[in-house]
């Protein structure tokens, strides 16, 4: 279940490039649980962004006025975390039941599917047929894109490697402009 085993990858569980292997059932539990909780954490943010009582509205109003109903808040929490779960469970059934079907893991045209069937899901929170099949091609080919593009999203890996931990000389060599201020001010050559 872990990832590891190329040169990307340090094989722990917080990889950004970890995969989740195994079954499809397996995989697609793994993701709506980790879209549900996604979403509840999304929701427990909007939840707190605002300081003004979360208030619910009919037969569950809250008795005083300017208090927060539990039942407000747990919706606030629970619907994003609806959202975000379902329209990740819909990815990656999809994505495996494409799998299945073409006998093809790791294609483009697996995570195009997928994504426009969780693009769709997406989409339907706003209830426009619109924006869902606005939300379905465009989710379905920026996932495509995605999973052509690989793990690696820099082009010349060893030039990123040498800039981030590149070696600094011991000394720094000071250009000739440099030296010649420093001995025409004496006073700032330590700066």
């Avoid at 040169?7 to 292997?21: A, Q, R």
């Avoid at 060893?158 to 060599?173: E, F, I, N, S, W």
Wanted: hydrophobic content about 40%; aromatic content about 8%; charged content about 15%.
């Amino acid at each position: 279940m872990g990832g590891g085993g190329d040169k990307l990858s340090s094989g722990t569980f917080d990889d950004p490039k970890h995969v989740v292997y195994g079954p499809g059932l397996t995989r697609t539990l793994y993701s709506t649980g980790t879209g549900a909780f996604c979403g509840a954490l999304y929701g427990t943010c909007i939840a707190a962004w605002y300081p003004d009582p979360i208030q619910s509205v009919g037969r569950y109003a809250a008795s005083l006025p300017g208090r927060t109903d539990y039942r407000a808040v747990a919706r606030t929490v629970a619907r994003p975390a609806m959202w975000f779960s379902l329209a990740a469970g819909t990815f990656t059934a999809t994505e495996c039941a494409m799998e299945a079907a073409r006998n093809e893991i790791k294609d483009p045209w697996n995570s195009l599917v997928a994504g426009m069937a969780g693009g769709a899901v997406i989409g339907m929170t706003t209830g426009r047929p619109q924006i869902v099949a606005a939300a379905a091609i465009g989710m379905g080919l920026f996932m495509a894109a995605v999973d052509i593009s690989g793990p690696a999203t820099v082009y010349d890996e060893p030039a990123l490697h040498y800039k981030r931990m590149g070696v600094l000389p011991k000394q720094h060599v000071e250009s000739d402009a440099l030296t010649e201020l420093k001995e025409k001010y004496p006073q700032h050559k330590n700066l």
